[in-house]
């Protein structure tokens, strides 16, 4: 079943997000992860590509093994910003070979050295949007930003940034990761304000350590409540007490987004299955 069809059957929709390891002797231990969260049941799971910046390719071959092997639909995610004509249209290829029938339209992040050459066609993900529907019968996935994203001037211009992606043909979002679900739930009304309808999935990532929210924060710019700050000082050099009181943290903000009527919640698991199984256990 597509990911749009199951938004429309079933409320929340409950997914993971895995990304494939730098280095290619690691690709056997996602295998694994991808075995331990196929065990919670999960609606689909999205597998990054190019995630933070990294080269790696290996999107489609795991996202091919979730679907076929597993049977769970899987949401390659697929960046634009850096492609040519030929790669899409090959990455296209693959996914319907696959039997692929999702994918997440992206821009991606910019690489740090990136010189625009004339065979860049994509600036923005509605580029990358357009072209899929206009080659096949995929189900969308955009992603969207609850406290804006970091390079827009103004919440207004992504509002409208974004209902320019839905009226491209996206069938479902993905919120950058949040800590304060006050933003969510703004970033709702103001989606409401604007007409843009479409279904939402909050993206959820439990914290691991400091030096992973930091890095996070200045890649994403989400803002940290207070409680999550002193979370972070006060275990920062007792991992196994950090990881509790953060799965605690991540579960509370699923339970709440849920009480609210979350469409979906989308669990960043940075490939650590264990933290996905503690939120889940938490709320279920
Ligand atoms: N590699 C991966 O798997 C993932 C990457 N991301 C990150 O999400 C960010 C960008 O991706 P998207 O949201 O897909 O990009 P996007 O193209 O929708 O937006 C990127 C920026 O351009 C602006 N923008 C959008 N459309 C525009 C237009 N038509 N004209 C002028 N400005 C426009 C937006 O306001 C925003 O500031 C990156 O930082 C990306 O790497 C997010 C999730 C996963
Ligand atoms: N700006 C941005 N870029 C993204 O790629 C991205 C977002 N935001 N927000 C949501 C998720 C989170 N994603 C992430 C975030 C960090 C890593 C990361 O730290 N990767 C490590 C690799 C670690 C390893 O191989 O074990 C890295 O060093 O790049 C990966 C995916 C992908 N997504």
């Not at 409680?227 to 990881?243: A, D, G, N, S």
């Not at 699923?254 to 709320?283: C, F, Q, W």
């Amino acid at each position: 079943m597509s990911i749009k069809k199951i938004f429309q059957q079933k409320k929340p929709v409950i997914s993971f997000e895995i990304f494939p390891p730098k280095k290619d002797a690691d690709v056997a231990t996602v295998y694994k992860s991808i075995d331990q969260l196929v065990s919670l049941k999960p609606d689909f799971i999205s597998v990054t590509y190019g995630a933070a910046g990294s080269k790696d390719n290996k999107t489609i071959e795991i996202a091919s093994f979730i679907k076929n092997y597993y049977q769970i639909e899987s949401l390659p995610h697929m960046t634009c910003i850096t492609a040519d004509k030929n790669r899409i249209s090959e990455n296209i290829y693959q996914l319907k070979k696959n039997h692929i029938d999702n994918v997440l339209a992206l821009r991606g992040d910019i690489p740090k050295d990136f010189i625009a050459q004339k065979h860049n066609p994509y600036h923005h993900a509605i580029d990358l949007i357009r072209e899929f529907r206009k080659k096949g019968d995929f189900s969308i996935g955009a992603a969207a930003y609850p406290e804006g994203h970091m390079e827009c001037e103004s919440e207004e211009k992504d509002l409208q940034y974004l209902r320019e992606k839905v009226d491209a043909g996206v069938d479902f979002l993905i919120t950058q990761l949040f800590f304060d679900n006050d933003s969510f739930y703004r970033f709702l009304d103001q989606m409401e304000k604007k007409q843009i309808d479409c279904k939402v999935s909050a993206g959820i990532m439990p914290i691991l350590s400091k030096s992973q929210i930091e890095k996070m924060i200045f890649m994403c710019g989400a803002s940290l409540p207070a409680k999550v700050v002193k979370l972070l000082t006060k275990y920062e050099y007792q991992p196994e007490e950090l990881r509790k009181h953060a799965i605690e943290y991540a579960a509370w903000q699923v339970e709440d987004l849920l009480s609210h009527g979350a469409d979906g919640v989308h669990i960043y698991t940075m490939n650590h299955p264990e933290v996905a199984k503690g939120i889940l256990n938490r709320i279920r």
